[in-house]
C-alpha cells in the first residue's frame, strides 16, 4: 500500500485496474501448459485449476521459490503485496522465463475497514481487482459455512445428549459424547470486523418444545473469531490433497468431554460434511497481473492472528509450472515469515531459494520515533521532507528483521519500496545499511508507479541470490516442548529477555502435552506492529517479557496457536472505515472508492 499523496497525479488503484485490458483466463492457462479441462472457469476471466494436473506435472522441475516479507509495517502496510505482483511482472519480462506469483485472498474485513483489498497497487496489481478484493470464487464464503456447521453440530449434539437416554441415542447410531460445555474452543465466524461479536450469550431462548421447560445445558458463552482465523482455513492451506484435508478436518479438536477427553470432527459425525464443502475451495484460483503473469490466489491471509500465507497446493503447482514463483506471508518477517518457515516449509518440505524485505522510509522514520501513522490521517511533514537523523535512529528494525531472516540459511534482498518524497540520500542510507547487517542486495523499486520495469533491478538482484547456494534450517526441532519452542520463537525472532505464561496458559500447556500434541510446530499470534507484544514499542525493543495469555491447538492444521497479551482474533472497525468511500455507478455499474 502506497501513501496516495505522493501520486496524486496518477489515477488510483482502482481507476488502473478498471481501465486494464485482462486476457481470457483460458490464455493464462495456457501460457503455463494448462488446457480447457485443466481448469473450472469463473467467467471469462479468473477460473480455479483442478487438482488433478499436480500428478500430471509432478515429473517436472521446481522453479525458484522466492518469499517476500517485510519490516515491522505502519498500519498502512509497506507495499508488500505491490512488491509481489511487481518483481512478478519484472521476472515475467526477462526473455524466456515463465514467472508466477501465490498471494493470499484477502479478508473481506479489513477491505472494508482499514487496510483495503490486497490486489497490489498502481501498475503492479492483480486483475479483476474488485473480484479479488471481495467474493472471488467464494472460498472463504465455503470456510465460513463449513465452520459455522461445526459450531452448529456441537449445540445439536448436547441439546439432543440432554433429553435422551444412551440407549435411545445408540438406537439412531449417536454415541454419547458429554461434550463438557465450558471446555469448547470453537467459536462461530464471520468474515467482518466486529467487535461486538468477540463474546456473546446464546441458547437464550432455549426450551423443550414439548413442555417449555428450559435447557439444562444453555445458555452458555462463546464468541465470533474472523474467518480467517478458523482453523479450517489453515487446513485448507497445508492440506496438499483431498485425502489429507479430510484426514485432517477428522483429527480437529472442538471441545473435551467431562473426563478430559478430546472430542473430534470425526467424532461428532461432521468431518465428511465439512470436506464436502470444502471440495470445491481446496482447488486454488486462478488470476493475472496487470502485465499478464499468472497469479495463482489461495487462502490467507492474517499473519497475526493465523498462520498467514497462501496454499502448500497452489505452491505446489506454480512451481512445477514457473521458472520464479513469488510468494508472500502475512505482516513483517518477526510474524508471517517465521510461519512461512517454520509451519508451512516444515509441512511442504520445499525449500525457498531468497528472501525479498520490503522496507519504505516513512516506516523506518516510525521506528526511530516518527509520530504516529494512521489510516485516514494526514501524513505528518517528517514523513515528506528529508530527515536523516530520524531514519538512521529507525534502521535497526530492518536489521533485526535481516537477521531474523539470515537465521534461516537463506540470502536476503532488501526491496526499498520508494514513495516521491523519499530522498536519494534516505535511500542510499537504507541501502548502505542493509548490505552491511547481511543483505545479499538491497534495490530501490518503484513498481507501483512503472510496473515490472520499477522492479527490473530488483528482478536481476532475485534472480542472482536463487543462484546462490542456501542452507535453510528450521528454527527450533519438533521434539522440543511447547514452552521451550515458545521461548526460541520470543527471543531468537522477537528478542524477548523472557517469557511469561498466565495460569491458564500454564493449565493448557500441561494438558496439550499429556495428550501428546506436544510436538508440533509453534504458531504465535501477536501484534503486527512491533517486534515485541506491545504495538507502541517502536524499532528494537529490549529487556521485554513476552505474555503468554492463552494457548490452543489447532490439531488438525497441526500447530500450536500462542495468544500473546492483548491480541485477539476478532478486529474492530474503525472510526472512518473503507466501506464508506465505496459505492456502485448505476449509470456503468461500476464499483467506486475500492482500494
Not at 534502521?395 to 516521491?420: K, M, S
Not at 501428546?516 to 514499542?537: E, R, V
Request: aromatic letters at 6%; proline letters at 6%.
Amino acid at each position: 500500500m502506497i501513501n496516495s499523496d505522493s501520486f496524486s497525479s496518477l489515477p488510483d488503484d482502482l481507476e488502473i485496474a478498471q481501465s486494464a485490458k485482462a486476457k481470457p483466463i483460458i490464455e493464462i492457462a495456457e501460457s503455463l501448459g494448462l488446457g480447457k479441462d485443466d481448469i473450472v472457469p469463473y467467467g471469462w476471466d479468473k477460473a480455479k485449476i483442478r487438482l488433478h494436473i499436480l500428478e500430471k506435472i509432478k515429473a517436472r522441475p521446481e522453479g525458484k521459490y522466492i518469499e517476500v516479507t517485510a519490516i515491522t509495517p505502519t498500519p498502512l502496510g509497506e507495499g508488500k503485496s505491490t512488491t509481489v505482483i511487481g518483481l512478478t511482472q519484472a521476472l515475467g519480462s526477462v526473455p524466456g522465463t515463465k514467472a508466477a506469483c501465490c498471494i493470499r485472498q484477502p479478508s473481506m474485513g479489513p477491505t472494508f475497514n482499514l487496510k483495503g483489498g490486497a490486489a497490489g497497487g498502481g501498475y503492479s496489481q492483480v486483475i479483476p481487482m474488485e473480484d479479488f478484493n471481495l467474493h472471488l470464487t467464494g472460498d472463504i464464503h465455503a470456510i465460513s459455512i463449513a465452520h459455522n456447521l461445526v459450531a452448529a453440530a456441537i449445540d445439536s449434539r448436547m441439546y439432543h445428549e440432554s433429553r435422551q437416554s444412551d440407549e435411545t441415542l445408540l438406537e439412531k447410531g449417536i454415541p454419547r459424547l458429554n461434550i463438557e460445555p465450558e471446555s469448547i474452543v470453537w467459536n462461530r465466524v464471520v468474515d467482518v470486523c466486529d467487535r461486538s461479536l468477540r463474546q456473546i450469550e446464546i441458547g437464550l431462548n432455549d426450551i423443550n418444545m414439548k413442555d417449555g421447560s428450559p435447557s439444562p445445558i444453555f445458555p452458555r458463552k462463546t464468541g465470533f473469531d474472523i474467518t480467517e482465523a478458523s482453523e479450517l482455513m489453515a487446513i485448507l492451506a497445508l492440506a496438499d490433497s483431498m485425502e489429507d484435508l479430510r484426514e485432517r478436518i477428522g483429527k480437529v479438536v472442538v471441545a473435551f468431554t467431562d473426563k478430559g477427553k478430546p472430542v473430534t470432527l470425526e467424532d461428532l459425525g461432521v468431518a465428511g460434511a465439512v470436506a464436502v464443502l470444502l471440495k470445491d475451495a481446496l482447488m486454488p484460483n486462478l488470476m493475472q497481473t496487470l502485465e499478464g503473469q499468472p497469479a495463482f490466489v489461495h487462502c490467507g491471509p492474517f499473519g497475526n492472528i493465523a498462520h498467514g500465507n497462501s496454499s502448500i497446493i497452489v505452491d505446489k503447482m506454480a512451481l512445477k509450472l514457473a521458472d520464479y514463483v513469488v510468494t508472500e506471508s502475512g505482516f513483517g518477517a518477526d510474524i508471517g515469515m517465521e510461519k512461512f518457515f517454520d509451519i508451512k516449509c516444515r509441512a511442504s518440505g520445499l525449500t525457498p531459494n531468497a528472501v525479498v524485505l520490503v522496507a519504505t522510509v516513512r516506516a523506518l522514520k516510525m521506528h526511530g520515533g516518527g509520530p504516529e501513522v494512521s489510516p485516514g490521517s494526514e501524513i505528518d511533514k517528517v514523513y515528506l521532507d528529508e530527515n536523516i537523523e530520524l531514519l538512521k535512529k529507525g534502521l535497526c528494525n530492518l536489521g533485526r528483521h535481516i537477521r531474523n531472516a539470515l537465521q534461516f540459511g537463506i540470502p536476503v534482498v532488501v526491496a526499498i519500496n520508494r514513495f516521491t518524497s523519499d530522498t536519494e540520500a534516505e535511500l542510499a542510507m537504507i541501502c548502505e545499511y542493509a548490505v552491511s547487517r547481511g543483505a545479499r542486495d538491497a534495490v530501490v523499486t518503484n513498481h507501483w508507479a512503472e510496473g515490472g520495469k520499477g522492479a527490473s533491478k530488483l528482478a536481476d538482484a532475485v534472480i542472482a541470490a536463487c543462484e546462490e547456494k542456501s542452507n535453510f534450517k528450521f528454527l527450533y526441532p519438533l521434539d522440543w516442548s511447547i514452552k521451550r519452542k515458545i521461548e526460541c520463537i520470543a527471543k531468537s525472532i522477537y528478542g524477548a529477555s523472557d517469557v511469561s505464561y498466565d495460569p491458564l496458559a500454564e493449565a493448557q500447556i500441561i494438558n496439550f502435552e499429556k495428550m501428546g500434541f506436544g510436538n508440533l510446530p509453534i504458531c504465535m499470534a501477536k501484534t503486527s506492529l512491533s517486534l515485541s507484544h506491545d504495538p507502541k514499542l517502536k524499532g528494537v525493543p529490549k529487556d521485554f517479557i513476552l505474555p503468554v495469555r492463552e494457548v490452543k491447538a489447532s490439531v488438525g492444521a497441526g500447530f500450536i496457536y500462542p495468544l500473546i497479551d492483548k491480541i485477539n482474533t476478532m478486529p474492530g472497525m474503525a472510526t472512518h472505515p473503507s466501506f464508506m468511500n465505496i459505492d456502485i455507478l448505476p449509470a456503468t455499474n461500476k464499483i467506486k472508492g475500492l482500494s
